[in-house]
C-alpha cells in the first residue's frame, strides 16, 4: 500500500489512540501488534441503501492484535467502537479473545473523518457507515497471511453494535459486502433495531447474538424482541439475551458509577423504517426521518454491571469457542 502524507497522519494518530489504552497486561496476551489502513467509502444512509459506491473516499486506520507468533492462519473478531469512539471497554473485549488464541482488529472509524464523538451529534455520520468500514475490513483481512479467511467475525457496540447488526443483511452485503467473503457470527451489542429496512428477514445464515440490558434508556432493547422475534419466525440463528438491570455500556467496567450524558442525543421514542429510493421515514409521520424530529430527546444513562459484563463474557466465549475455534 501506498502512503500519503494524509495517510500516515491517520495511522498515527489512530496508532496513539488504539495502543495507548489497555494496561500493561494486555502485552502478555498479544504476540504483534499491527497498524493497518484500509481504504473505506463516507456514504449517507440513502446513498448507502441505494447501492452507491463512490462516496466519499477515506482511508480508516485499525489495530490488529495477533495473540502468537508462528505462520498459522488464526480466526480474528472485528471490533466497532461507539458514539464515543474507541473506548477502554472495546480494548477489554479485544484482550479476552487474545487470551483465547484469537485476534483481533480494532477499527477506528471516527479519526480519519475527523471525529472525536457522535454522542451530541449523530448527524455527523450516517448510521450504516460503519456497515461499509466493517465490510473493507473484512475485505483486507481476509487477504492477511497470518488470518483465516473463514473465522472473521464482527462484534459491535452501539453505534458500531448497529452497524454489526446490520451487516448480516444479505442484501447490504450484495451491494456492499466482498465478494467470497462473509463474516462467521454477528456479535451485536446494545444496538438500536428500531429501523425497518426493506428484506431485513434475509440475513445471513450465520449466528447472530445480541447483548441488551433492560435498563438501557439510551437505546431501549424493546424494538430488538420485535425484530429477533421476525428473524426467529423466518427460521434464523438470532438470539437476545437481555440482562434485567444493565444499562447502556454495561460492559465498560472502568465505569465504577453511572453517569449521565445530559446532551447525549437518543431516538429511543423513534421508529423508522425505509421506504423507496433508499428513503428512511419516521414510521409516524412517513416524513423523512431527521434527528431534529420530536421523538429525538436528549439525556442518558452509561453505566457498568458486573453481573451482565460476566456473563455476556461468558456466553461471547462460549460462541467464539464454538464458531471460531470449532470447540
Not at 472495546?90 to 480494532?106: H, K, L, P, R, T
Not at 462484534?155 to 466482498?178: C, D, E, I, N, V
Not at 428500531?194 to 432493547?221: K, M, N, Q, S
Request: aromatic content about 8%.
Amino acid at each position: 500500500m501506498i502512503h500519503t502524507d494524509r495517510s500516515w497522519r491517520v495511522l498515527l494518530v489512530s496508532a496513539c489512540l488504539l495502543a495507548g489504552l489497555g494496561p500493561s497486561g494486555a502485552d502478555a496476551q498479544v504476540s504483534r501488534i499491527e497498524i493497518h489502513t484500509f481504504s473505506s467509502t463516507t456514504l449517507t444512509d440513502q446513498e448507502f441503501l441505494t447501492g452507491k459506491k463512490d462516496g466519499k473516499p477515506v482511508l480508516i486506520a485499525g489495530e490488529l492484535r495477533i495473540p502468537r507468533a508462528g505462520t498459522d492462519r488464526l480466526p480474528v473478531v472485528v471490533l466497532l467502537h461507539g458514539s464515543g469512539g474507541v473506548g477502554g471497554n472495546v480494548d477489554d473485549w479485544a484482550q479476552m479473545f487474545n487470551s483465547m488464541g484469537i485476534a483481533a482488529f480494532i477499527v477506528d472509524s471516527f479519526t480519519a473523518r475527523g471525529i472525536q464523538t457522535t454522542v451530541n451529534d449523530q448527524d455527523q455520520l450516517g448510521r450504516l457507515a460503519m456497515t461499509v468500514d466493517a465490510y473493507r475490513a473484512l475485505e483486507m483481512l481476509a487477504k492477511h497471511p497470518r488470518v483465516d479467511p473463514d473465522r472473521i467475525a464482527l462484534m459491535g457496540f452501539s453505534r458500531g453494535g448497529q452497524a454489526t447488526l446490520y451487516a448480516s443483511l444479505k442484501r447490504f452485503q450484495k451491494m456492499h459486502g466482498p465478494a467470497g467473503a462473509g463474516f462467521a457470527a454477528y456479535i451485536p451489542f446494545y444496538p438500536s433495531c428500531a429501523t425497518a429496512y426493506l428484506d431485513d428477514e434475509d440475513v445471513a445464515e450465520r449466528p447472530i447474538r445480541i447483548f441488551h440490558g433492560v435498563a438501557d434508556d439510551y437505546v431501549p432493547v424493546g424494538p430488538c424482541r420485535a425484530y429477533v422475534g421476525r428473524l426467529r419466525k423466518a427460521g434464523k440463528d438470532v438470539q437476545l439475551t437481555e440482562y434485567p438491570e444493565a444499562h447502556h455500556v454495561f460492559d465498560w467496567s472502568a465505569l465504577k458509577s453511572p453517569v449521565r450524558l445530559a446532551q447525549a442525543q437518543t431516538a429511543r421514542h423513534c421508529r423508522t423504517e425505509e421506504t423507496v429510493n433508499g428513503v428512511v421515514v419516521n414510521s409516524e409521520s412517513k416524513q423523512p426521518f431527521t434527528n431534529k424530529d420530536p421523538c429525538v430527546e436528549r439525556g442518558a444513562t452509561i453505566a457498568y454491571n458486573s453481573q451482565a459484563h460476566a456473563e455476556a463474557q461468558k456466553a461471547v466465549r462460549d460462541l467464539a469457542s464454538t464458531v471460531l475455534k470449532g470447540k
